[in-house]
């Protein structure tokens, strides 16, 4: 009786023996195992370099190049992920001690049992998978946590700026209240980060559904943005113009507090890198159904060098980056992806006269 699989997977079965192949081939098929097979070990390399499978079975002497020679090319340029085991005839103790020694999991000698060779492919392939889900989590994971840490650090930064001045005895006194209700608010933006987070991350469809109807309004992000950062714009010497949209009513596909979170990552990156200088916020129709969002500046610009690594995460703008302690140049590239999982766009373009402009494009909701 044949041990049936437990989960499906790509199997590439290389043997010179084109009997072989069929019956080996036929047997992993009934199993539910995709098959790719080659014949020489050099098809066997060129199929693995198109698409590495989750299990190789090699045989062992083959003409030409051996099952030893395919996995010293395996594993010539990087180590090897992927579980091979050894079909062969001989039962020579010196041969599977090197077999072993060249990077083999496990071995089976023909001429083999259907029931072992199964029972062995299920185990390794089994494992295989389980390892590629561990780490499929462990990067989901530290992208979130990542994601999580970086849109902490503006409602926080805004905190500490505002309790800076008020312990510092740093601000006018009317002008209390306004730091206060700052503080309060950058909390309560953060404290609505982390639960957003934490509600995607549970993946309720009650959520998905609850999300379908949500919509922002582009002036009322405008002028958010304003009210959130006058204090620090003012600080470093920057001018806001605010351009709202020209009917008014100016509504994207995209929750309030996420937008809020794209357009302050970009108010942030000009109040760093183009201190004293214009600052335009704007909203304007785009394509049918489109509207946009702009962050513009007139500080130096993003050097050409690096305007195509500019939404990779890790980049920093400048090559001399500012070091605040906290920039992990991860911001443009956690926003791009914000905005494209929302079925929108965001990039970069030149100022004439100089300057940087950053623009969000969204469906209209």
């Given at each position: 009786m044949s041990t049936p699989a437990t989960s499906t997977g790509r199997i590439l079965v290389v043997d010179d023996q084109a009997a072989n192949l069929r019956v080996?081939?036929?047997?992993l098929s009934r199993q539910g195992y995709e098959v790719v097979a080659a014949s020489t070990g050099d098809e066997a390399l060129e199929l693995y370099a198109q698409s590495p499978p989750d299990l190789i079975l090699l045989d062992v002497m083959m003409p030409g190049m051996d099952g030893f020679e395919v996995m010293a090319a395996l594993r010539a340029d990087s180590p090897l992920r992927v579980p091979v085991v050894f079909v062969t005839a001989a039962h020579d103790r010196d041969l599977l001690l090197r077999a072993f020694d060249a990077g083999v999991v496990d071995y089976v000698t023909k001429p083999f049992l259907p029931e072992e060779l199964l029972a062995r492919v299920n185990a390794h392939v089994g494992l295989k998978l389980t390892r590629d889900r561990l780490e499929r989590v462990a990067r989901e994971r530290e992208e979130l946590v990542n994601l999580v840490a970086h849109d902490l650090k503006n409602p926080l930064t805004s905190v500490?700026?505002?309790?800076?001045?008020?312990?510092?005895?740093?601000?006018?006194?009317e002008r209390v209240p306004r730091y206060l209700q700052m503080i309060h608010e950058s909390a309560d933006d953060a404290l609505g980060y982390i639960r957003h987070y934490l509600e995607s991350q549970a993946g309720h469809r009650e959520r998905a559904e609850q999300e379908e109807g949500v919509r922002a309004d582009l002036a009322e992000t405008l002028d958010w943005l304003v009210r959130r950062y006058e204090m620090q714009l003012d600080a470093?010497?920057?001018?806001?113009?605010?351009?709202?949209?020209?009917?008014?009513?100016?509504?994207?596909?995209?929750?309030?507090?996420?937008?809020?979170?794209v357009s302050e990552n970009l108010v942030t990156n000009a109040m760093k890198y183009a201190p004293g200088s214009d600052l335009t916020l704007a909203a304007r129709?785009?394509?049918?159904?489109?509207?946009?969002?702009?962050?513009?500046?007139?500080?130096?610009?993003?050097?050409?060098?690096?305007?195509?690594?500019?939404f990779k995460p890790f980049v920093r703008l400048h090559e001399a980056d500012i070091d605040d302690g906290l920039s992990s140049g991860l911001g443009l590239s956690l926003a791009k992806q914000i905005v494209v999982n929302a079925g929108g766009q965001l990039w970069y373009e030149e100022r004439k006269h100089g300057g940087s402009r950053f623009i969000i494009e969204l469906p209209e909701a």
């Open positions: 080996v081939t036929a047997l500490l700026f505002a309790s800076d001045l008020l312990i510092n005895n740093g601000c006018k006194p470093r010497g920057i001018r806001v113009q605010v351009q709202p949209p020209a009917n008014g009513a100016a509504q994207v596909a995209m929750d309030p507090r996420v937008l809020r979170q129709n785009s394509a049918p159904g489109f509207w946009q969002l702009i962050v513009a500046d007139r500080g130096p610009g993003i050097p050409v060098a690096r305007q195509r690594e500019l």
